[in-house]
């Protein structure tokens, strides 16, 4: 079991308006997590700052050992092991191909090599042959699919979803489901916000709760 | 209106006889429209970007500054550059003045706000999503700003046509800089001022023909590039 992230006394601060303060929290590898709370409890500000496009106002954190430095340059390298996927995901204008290898050609990885892995990932999520589709013309569960094929292309240490399961369709729900329990076995740590309160049992996750942006130990939404 | 009907179908017949000075003014007028143009966005989307991404104390100021040099009128411009490249101006001794390098100055001051404007808002315009979702995806920053320009193209080509549209639109600056030398300086704009006084109603009504001509082609253009 190897620690990916320890956050201390971290706070996010919006003017006068604490949203986050979080005494300590740790996040193991290859482990699913739910992070659970109302609307306003800090869910989605935590996801910002565990994929490192947010720094906190005050605290540190340290991922996989070293502590992190919000510097520009330094955040990057970070960054690239965490992928986050927000809850209405954003597709670039082009191809649902052009959308999944994006972050593969950012990383330098060879067109071939490429082109395998995106077919690889739009299987996973059950879009084999949409390759070539436009993403402005996809539906709203086949964008939900897509942002998570683009995601999954790049194999990341850890996968942060905010709200991947809410306004889809119930059986882009279960694939969806049964592809994000799937991933600790694979070596990667889900983090997932929903308000389901089932997701937690359903999907084998481990519960964090939010409250008021303070880590509670049981919340009654 | 039998005036205005007789001097329309003479300028459609001045318009299609192809008359060396309707050229030249044409040539002209596109050439130091598409210099100015091209300098000002060089210029002008740049800062637009920048203004637009960054956060800075007196940003406000400065979208305010922007905003109002695009409703500077072309006559004052030209009198600022006229004050520096006229003889006893600070860049007198470059001889510069009625020339096309000096309406292409002018036609830069007059472009360069309304690209960056337009850059500016095409940048606040933009789905709030595109930055964190390429930077999550593994973008470094520069590949995350190249992103955005690239979901905003549109508005950064609209940021081009509108400058563009402003030079070769304009006289005031054409008539002060260039000094309107048939040949040489004279655009559509200034020879359609000057043949009007002169009582050659069709013939300005020809260059202005041209002058929409032109317009719409560009407009046209533009059309293409967002269909494709």
Known sequence: MTILYRLNSIRKCYGSSVVLDIDGLTIVDSRLYTLIGANGAGKSTLLNILAFLSPPTAGEIFYAGKRVDWNHGSVEEPRRKVTLLHQSPYLFEGTVHANVAFGLKARGIPGEERRRTVEKALAIVGLQGFGDRKSRELSGGETQRVAMARALALKPEVLLLDEPLANIDRETTGLLETVIASLPAQGTTVVMTTHNPEHPGRLNGESIFLEGGRVVPRTTV | ?228
């Open chain 2, 1 to 228: 209106m039998d005036f205005l009907f007789s001097s329309f179908a003479a300028a459609l017949r001045l318009t299609g006889s192809f008359s060396p000075d309707v050229v030249d003014a044409v040539v002209t007028s596109l050439a130091v429209s598409a210099g100015a143009t091209v300098f000002a966005a060089l210029f002008g989307i740049p800062l637009g970007l920048l203004v637009g991404l960054s956060d800075f104390p007196l940003k406000r100021l400065v979208v305010t500054v922007l905003n109002t040099l695009m409703a500077v009128p072309t006559v004052v411009v030209g009198l600022l550059v006229y004050g520096f490249l006229s003889r006893q101006g600070p860049l007198g001794a470059l001889g510069l003045l009625f020339t096309p390098t000096a309406i292409v100055i002018g036609g830069v001051l007059l472009a360069a706000p309304i690209t960056a404007n337009y850059s500016l808002a095409s940048v606040r315009g933009a789905d709030p999503r595109i930055v964190p979702t390429a930077l999550t995806l593994g973008a470094g920053r520069f590949l995350a700003v190249g992103t955005l320009i690239g979901e905003i193209r549109f508005g950064i080509l609209a940021a081009v046509i509108a400058g563009f549209g402003r030079v070769v639109s304009e006289v005031g600056v054409a008539m002060m800089l260039g000094g309107n030398i048939r040949g040489y300086t004279r655009t559509m704009t200034t020879a359609i001022a000057l043949e009007t006084s002169k009582g050659e109603f069709a013939f300005g009504m020809a260059l202005g023909i041209v002058l929409m001509t032109v317009a719409l082609l560009v407009n046209l253009f533009l059309s293409f590039l967002q269909r494709k």
